[in-house]
């Protein structure tokens, strides 16, 4: 069982930045494919970035590209989403969730954090 805590939500302007911290414990995370989702209200989630279990393997929503990164320390158990240059579109619920690295699916989840930008 892995759980998972995110933290560094908050309010922020239009063209600010925030950092996003995805803590994991119960399981070391080197094995596991990571990714950062998103909720709006009135929207469906949708997956933000995703890095895989060794760095190597990087994804990106179109909508983020060349704003946000993401970032993983296995040593630490963590895994985090520097967002710059953020836009109030970026308004949303943002989730950390783990799968292991052959299963399809992402089983495990944290509690979300708030990210508001205001114009």
């Known amino acids: 069982q892995v759980q998972l805590v995110e933290s560094g939500g908050g309010l922020v302007q239009a063209g600010g930045s925030l950092r996003l911290s995805c803590a994991a414990s119960?399981?070391?995370?080197?094995?596991?494919?990571i990714g950062w989702f998103r909720q709006a209200p009135g929207k469906e989630r949708e997956l933000v970035a995703s890095?895989?279990?060794?760095?190597?393997?990087?994804y990106y929503a179109d909508s983020v590209k060349g704003r946000f990164t993401i970032s993983r320390d296995n040593a630490k158990n963590t895994v985090t989403l520097q967002m710059n240059s953020l836009t109030p579109e970026d308004t949303a619920v943002y989730y950390c969730?783990?799968?292991?690295?052959?299963?399809?699916?992402?089983?495990?989840w944290g509690q979300g954090t708030q990210v508001t930008v205001s114009s």
């Open positions: 969730a783990a799968r292991y690295y052959s299963a399809p699916t992402y089983p495990y």
């Open positions: 119960g399981r070391t995370l080197s094995n596991y494919k």
């Open positions: 890095i895989g279990w060794n760095s190597g393997i990087l």
